[in-house]
Each structure stands twice: as C-alpha cells, then as structure tokens.
C-alpha cells in the first residue's frame, strides 16, 4: 500500500488526540468540569434562513433534481449567484464561469494547489498556520515552506518572504482571518504582498499566484476590514467555505473562485476542474449549493464570538497570560509561559483545559485556544485558567 497514505491514515492529528481524551474524561468528571479548547466547530447555530430554505427547497423542488448530479463544477445558477455576490460586495469583475463548487475548504484547497503545482514546485505560507496545508501541498506534489510570522503582531514578515520566493515558487498561500492566530492581514501588509508577488513574478518571468483560504472571511470583530486580494493582486485564487460564516462544517460546501483577469485564467479554471476530476471532487452536495444560492450574504452570529473573545482574552491577561488581541476567527493563540508547549498543555490537563499546542501549526512555544464554546464554558473555564496561571506565578 501507499506507505505515505498509510501515515497519514494511522497517526490521529494531535486535535483529535486532545479532542477524544475530552471525550473520555467527560465520562469521568462530568461534561461540565471538562473545558476543551480543542476543535474549531462553530457553536453558534445556523441561521434560521438556512433551516427554512432547506426546508423550503425539499418541499418544493422536483426530489430527482435536488438530490441529483449537478455540473461537475456546480450548477450553473449556484455558480451565477455567487458570482453576483462577489460584484457586489467586492467590486471584482467575478464570473460564474470561474466558480467551482467545492466541499469545503478543504477540498478547495486540495483541489487549487493541484491544478497549480508540478512536483518540484514550492508554495510559501506562513506560520503559524493551518495544521493541513502541509498534507495537501504534499499531495499535490510541492513542498510547503512555511516563514516565520511577526512575533509582536503575526502579520506577515515580507522581508522573510523577498527573500524566499525563488525560481521553484508556484504560489503564496495566505489565511486571514488566521487559524490559529486569529489575526487579520491589515490592508498596508497585503498592499505590500501584491507588490512583492509583481516584482517577484518579473523577475523570475513567471506568475507567482497567491492563494487565499476564507473560511473566517466574516468573522471579524470591531468593525475590521478584512481586504479582498483579488483587489490588490489579479493573480489570486480564493478557497471559500460556508462551514465557519453559516455553522455547517458538516455540510461540506465551498467554492474555488479563479480571478477571471488573472494571468493565463481559463486554462487556470480548467486546470482546477480537471484536480477536482482526479480527486473526485465532482458536484458538491446538491441540497447544499442551492442552498446557499439562496442564502448569499447571511451569517451566523458571530457576536457571540466576540463576547467569548473579549472575556476569555480579558481574563487571561489579567492572569498573565500573552496573547496577540485577535480580530477575528474564534482562535486565541496564547505564548506558553514554558517553551515546551506540550509540557503547558500537559499542565493545563490537569485542570481540565484542553488546549493545543502550537507545534502542529508551525509555532512552538504557543498553545491555540478554540474559543467557539458556550460562553457558559468560558466562564466555568477561568478559576481553572487562574489557577493554572497560579501554578506558573504569572499572577500579579
Ligand atoms: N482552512 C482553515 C484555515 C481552517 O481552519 C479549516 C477548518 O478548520 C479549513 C481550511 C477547512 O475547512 P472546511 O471545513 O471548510 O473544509
């Protein structure tokens, strides 16, 4: 068999480690006393308009269409309302013949750095970031090279990026709002990105595509911006998925959309069609595209986020704890106060804290905090985050 399949089959990711021994202790001490951190499943519900279109559309459409094969790159009409959608809200001439429809981010991304990447090629990311992107850059036959972040702010170091790109680099991918960091790509830093990608793009007489995963696009705090790249660079691909912004990670329902003014873009799109033929990512469920055809624009509360963020960043502080203030996803990443991350996680277990260390994100010497829980867990949490914080004499 694939022996590299095989590895990534039978070693669990370290989340779900942290996320099955929750499981196990919560039979032990009780569901309450048992305060995981570990997994970014929205606990905000859908919005009520998801509900009643998926009702609407099982009550009214023909069953045999609904449930049907779509396109294999979507149904058409999907793809023209999320095209519409994209006009408007971005002001970029999108068209839904370059929309693919996905199950996820996931698969958008396995499917984009497919179609991109030849074996030999290099895609740049920066750390940390998300635990997968090593798996798919792999399959895709690349290999990841992740930068070191700005530790004071995880913005991008651009200076660390001039000097990575070379002949081998295919594509930058960047996520913002960033898991796990929370952190947003202010507008200068991607203004600055684009301009890095044009001249590095010259010099090396080629185009240097960025890729753009979007899962957190709207979930933003404050009133933060969060800049559309297709605007500041042409070249740009964006991974959409609706499994964060609509609380339905389960649902498996994304889009790829390839600028149409980006260089050589038709052959792009096609390329991108052909990875999700060789994958078999083919008609993302059915009931789910023309649901979301209806549903452009809605998103779950995300204020409840915003009320975690606030008290769980507020209180870890006050504890003497650091963490860079997060504008937006439902992460905190929070510095170890020992350098050996998974020590402090072992630590925070005995307290019933799940948390995860930062090592699986390309950072170590942080641990990231899932802060999309009740906010009735949150404050159950923090005698256990204080006496934790105790154990360390971070407390003044
Ligand atoms: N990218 C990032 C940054 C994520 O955090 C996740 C999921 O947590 C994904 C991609 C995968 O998203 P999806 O569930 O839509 O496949």
Do not use: W
Not at 197 to 221: C, H, M, W
Not at 233 to 245: G, I, L, Q, W
């Amino acid at each position: 068999m694939n022996q590299r399949m095989y590895g990534l089959g039978s070693r669990r990711s370290v989340i779900r480690e942290i996320f099955e021994f929750g499981k196990k202790r919560a039979q032990e001490v009780g569901a309450e006393n048992v305060y995981d951190f570990s997994l970014g499943n929205p606990s905000v519900d859908p919005p009520q308009i998801v509900t009643d279109t998926l009702e609407q559309l099982l009550r009214e459409e023909d069953p045999t269409a609904l449930h049907g094969y779509t396109s294999a790159q979507g149904d058409a009409s999907v793809r023209a309302a999320i095209a519409d959608y994209i006009r408007k809200t971005h002001g970029v001439a999108a068209d839904a013949d370059y929309i693919y429809m996905t199950c996820g981010a996931a698969a958008s991304l396995t499917i984009t750095l497919s179609a991109l990447c030849v074996p030999g090629d290099e895609v740049i990311t920066f750390a940390p970031y998300f635990t997968e992107y090593k798996v798919f850059t792999e399959t895709a036959g690349a290999t990841l090279v992740a930068l070191d972040s700005d530790p004071d702010t995880f913005q991008i170091d651009l200076k660390a990026l001039e000097g990575a790109i070379n002949e081998k680099t295919a594509a930058v991918l960047v996520n913002s709002p960033n898991n796990p960091s929370g952190v947003v790509y202010r507008e200068e830093t991607v203004a600055r990105l684009a301009a890095i990608l044009n001249e590095k793009s010259a010099q090396f007489g080629k185009t240097i595509y960025l890729i753009t995963d979007e899962p957190y696009r709207e979930l933003v705090y404050g009133g933060v911006k969060v800049p559309y790249l297709t605007k500041y660079y042409p070249h740009t691909v964006v991974c959409y998925s609706y499994s964060k912004s609509l609380s339905l990670p389960g649902e498996r329902i994304g889009y790829i959309f390839v600028n149409p003014a980006a260089d050589h873009a038709k052959e792009l799109y096609l390329a991108v069609c052909g990875a999700g033929r060789a994958l078999g990512y083919v008609c993302a469920p059915s009931i789910f595209q023309k649901m979301i055809a209806r549903c452009q624009g809605v998103t779950s509360d995300v204020s409840v986020y915003e009320r975690n963020r606030d008290v769980l960043a507020g209180a870890l502080r006050e504890y003497g704890f650091r963490c860079v203030q997060p504008d937006g996803a439902f992460y905190l990443f929070v510095k170890s106060p020992e350098a050996d991350a998974y020590a402090f996680c072992e630590r925070a277990k005995a307290f019933d804290l799940l948390l995860v260390p930062g090592d699986d994100f390309g950072c170590k010497g942080y641990v990231r905090i899932a802060y999309c829980v009740s906010p009735a867990m949150i404050g159950r949490s923090l005698p256990s985050f204080r006496k934790l914080a105790e154990e360390y004499s971070l407390c003044k």
